[in-house]
T-cell receptor, first 116, second 112 residues
């Protein structure tokens, strides 16, 4: 059974700092991994999608990497801003053909606070 | 703009009542999903549908029902058999293949 772990559970940084959020998964047989952002009481906003054949994806100040063999992904946020404060979730889509490859497995998230 | 619309934003249910949460998408996505989010437990899959008129149970389907009569719509009914329905409910859709997921803004259901 796939398990996804996100470390740390919470992170508080001063504005302007570069930071890394970590995501690990137990089964390396995945189709892809997706990073989301969730603001309090809101839905999920997709940030980056990395296919299993890719090593990284970039969007603006965000860079996500994927090391499938070691079961790890990182989300790098450059020059953090107070508006980046949110919960960041990673989700893995399994690559098996047994019918469960449509189900995302989510980590519990990292709560990021960027202080002005 | 294309997206997923969930309604209502807040819903209150009395004991023994069935309530229905709406999810509509104009993205022309084939697959749709319902997730439940509880504090400290992450997101758990309730039901999913890959095509119209077909749906499958997820990990926590007991006490819930769905229908998929139209491609754009995937309503979720929380029945009186669901013992602990208070939660944040999220609907998602996906185009197909290796595409990522798009989520709605959620419905917060509270039992009163």
């Amino acid at each position: 059974k796939q398990e996804v772990t996100q470390i740390p559970a919470a992170l508080s940084v001063p504005e302007g700092e570069n930071l890394v959020l970590n995501c690990s998964f137990t089964d390396s047989a995945i189709y892809n991994l997706q990073w989301f952002r969730q603001d309090p009481g809101k839905g999920l906003t997709s940030l980056l999608l990395i296919q299993s054949s890719q090593r990284e994806q970039t969007s603006g100040r965000l860079n996500a990497s994927l090391d499938k063999s070691s079961g790890r992904s990182t989300l790098y946020i450059a020059a953090s801003q107070p508006g980046d404060s949110a919960t960041y979730l990673c989700a893995v889509r399994p690559g098996d053909s047994g019918g469960s490859n449509y189900k995302l497995t989510f980590g519990k998230g990292t709560l990021l606070t960027v202080n002005p | 703009d294309g997206g997923i619309t969930q309604s209502p934003k807040y819903l209150f249910r009395k004991e023994g009542q069935n309530v229905t949460l709406s999810c509509e998408q104009n993205l022309n996505h084939d697959a749709m999903y319902w997730y439940r989010q509880d504090p400290g437990q992450g997101l758990r899959l309730i039901y999913y549908s890959q095509i119209v008129n077909d749906f499958q149970k997820g990990d926590i389907a007991e006490g819930y029902s769905v229908s998929r009569e139209k491609k754009e719509s995937f309503p979720l009914t929380v029945t009186s058999a669901q013992k602990n329905p208070t939660a944040f409910y999220l609907c998602a859709s996906r185009r197909g293949g290796l595409a990522g997921y798009t989520f709605g803004s959620g419905t917060r259901l509270t039992v009163v």
